[in-house]
């Protein structure tokens, strides 16, 4: 009994956490590894194009609230999304028609389109925080729970309880449906056959006819359409707040490199494995170890590594390691 206890505790407080934070960050690097593999710079301005998507998506949550529109025990943000995706998409397309098509015609140096990043970063964060300004921002309603610690715990008998949230239950899922379009896009279709060839060797596909501003376009309103459900899963789990989407740049980066900065499949992977670390790393084990060992050898303290104050500290120790020692990523993407 104590080892299912100490089970359903490791469930509820480390796996379920880590594999909804682990969807989002695959769903955020999986737009910065698109960036690299096909226009090839370090778009740091992907945690703010994710908190613009964001923003747009709670506004018109706000407003259909306020009309009375609800998705039943979904969250309303869901039936928003569609709006978030379309503003986020309009506006990195602006921001590469005003800014980084300059900067391809000049066959500008990655590093100088790395800077212009940063740049386009304080100029979206200084406009989500001036529209909605820099605190915590709620927007989700619905069932809160699938199942709640309670109800577990009557069904089963046990001291833990298990609480499966809905945001989470929703996260899983559409990373899952998110993901599986991707690939088939990138795989089954001609532009996405096209951007996979661009990506592969520039000068190749453009012998072959295929139209680099088209391919251009069709990453952005990729990336745009990632950095929106992947923005919102995450604001609905925790809560929306644009200064928090500028730190997750470093977990998304963390978890692009370490799967291989240009593998998409890399970047999935990268994105469990960062949030499984810092889950585990700043989670308190007192009540797991409690259960599972016995009543002599049990902890004092709350064995805990580092505090949940840190939890970037662990993507940005596990980023130093993976590029000290394999650069290239678990999946030998492009070298950074």
Same mark, same amino acid.
């Given at each position: 009994?104590?080892?299912?206890?100490?089970?359903?505790?490791? !469930?509820?407080?480390?796996?379920?956490? !880590?594999?909804?934070?682990?969807?989002?960050?695959?769903?955020?690097?999986?737009?910065?590894?698109?960036?690299?593999?096909?226009?090839?710079?370090?778009? %740091?301005?992907?945690?703010?194009?994710?908190?613009?998507?964001?923003?747009?998506?709670?506004?018109?949550?706000?407003? /259909?609230?306020?009309?009375?529109?609800?998705?039943?025990?979904?969250?309303?943000?869901?039936?928003?999304?569609?709006?978030?995706?379309?503003?986020?998409?309009?506006?990195?397309?602006?921001?590469?028609?005003?800014?980084?098509?300059?900067?391809?015609?000049?066959?500008?140096?990655?590093?100088?389109?790395?800077?212009?990043?940063?740049?386009?970063?304080?100029?979206?964060?200084?406009?989500?925080?001036?529209?909605?300004?820099?605190?915590?921002?709620? =927007?989700?309603?619905?069932?809160?729970?699938?199942?709640? !610690?309670?109800? =577990?715990?009557? /069904?089963?008998?046990?001291?833990?309880? &298990?609480?499966?949230?809905?945001?989470?239950?929703?996260?899983?899922?559409?990373?899952?449906?998110?993901?599986?379009?991707?690939?088939? %896009?990138?795989?089954?279709?001609?532009?996405?056959?096209?951007?996979?060839?661009?990506?592969?060797?520039?000068?190749?596909?453009?012998?072959?006819?295929?139209?680099?501003?088209?391919?251009v376009m069709y990453t952005w309103l990729i990336v745009a359409a990632l950095a929106t459900v992947a923005g919102v899963l995450y604001g609905l789990d925790k809560s929306f707040k644009p200064f928090v989407y500028f730190q997750l740049l470093l977990p998304i980066f963390a978890s692009a490199i370490v799967g291989g900065l240009?593998?998409?499949?890399?970047?999935?992977?990268?994105?469990?494995?960062?949030?499984?670390?810092?889950?585990?790393?700043?989670? !308190?084990?007192?009540?797991?170890?409690?259960?599972?060992?016995?009543?002599?050898?049990?902890?004092?303290?709350?064995?805990?590594?580092?505090?949940?104050?840190?939890?970037?500290?662990?993507?940005?120790?596990?980023?130093?390691?993976?590029?000290?020692?394999?650069?290239?990523? &678990? %999946?030998?993407?492009?070298?950074?």
């Open positions: 009994m104590d080892l299912l206890n100490a089970l359903v505790a490791f !469930a509820n407080f480390v796996f379920i956490p !880590a594999v909804a934070y682990g969807s989002q960050l695959a769903l955020g690097a999986l737009g910065v590894t698109l960036i690299y593999g096909i226009l090839r710079f370090s778009n %740091f301005a992907h945690g703010d194009t994710m908190a613009i998507g964001t923003m747009v998506t709670v506004l018109v949550t706000w407003w /259909m609230q306020s009309v009375g529109i609800s998705f039943g025990p979904l969250p309303t943000a869901l039936l928003a999304l569609p709006f978030g995706i379309l503003g986020c998409m309009a506006l990195v397309l602006v921001t590469d028609r005003m800014v980084y098509r300059f900067y391809r015609a000049q066959k500008a140096k990655p590093v100088i389109l790395v800077i212009v990043s940063m740049g386009v970063m304080f100029i979206y964060n200084g406009l989500t925080r001036f529209i909605i300004g820099p605190d915590d921002q709620r =927007f989700s309603d619905g069932e809160r729970f699938i199942i709640s !610690a309670r109800t =577990f715990k009557e /069904m089963t008998g046990l001291d833990e309880g &298990l609480a499966f949230k809905t945001t989470q239950g929703i996260t899983i899922v559409t990373a899952v449906i998110v993901v599986a379009l991707l690939f088939w %896009f990138l795989n089954r279709t001609r532009t996405g056959k096209s951007m996979r060839a661009y990506s592969d060797n520039e000068d190749l596909a453009l012998l072959s006819g295929i139209n680099p501003e088209r391919v240009g593998s998409p499949i890399g970047a999935i992977a990268g994105g469990f494995i960062i949030a499984f670390s810092e889950v585990t790393i700043t989670y !308190a084990w007192k009540k797991v170890l409690g259960y599972t060992l016995p009543e002599s050898l049990e902890p004092d303290g709350l064995v805990q590594l580092l505090s949940t104050d840190y939890k970037f500290a662990v993507s940005f120790i596990i980023l130093l390691i993976v590029l000290l020692f394999r650069p290239t990523g &678990l %999946f030998r993407g492009k070298s950074v």
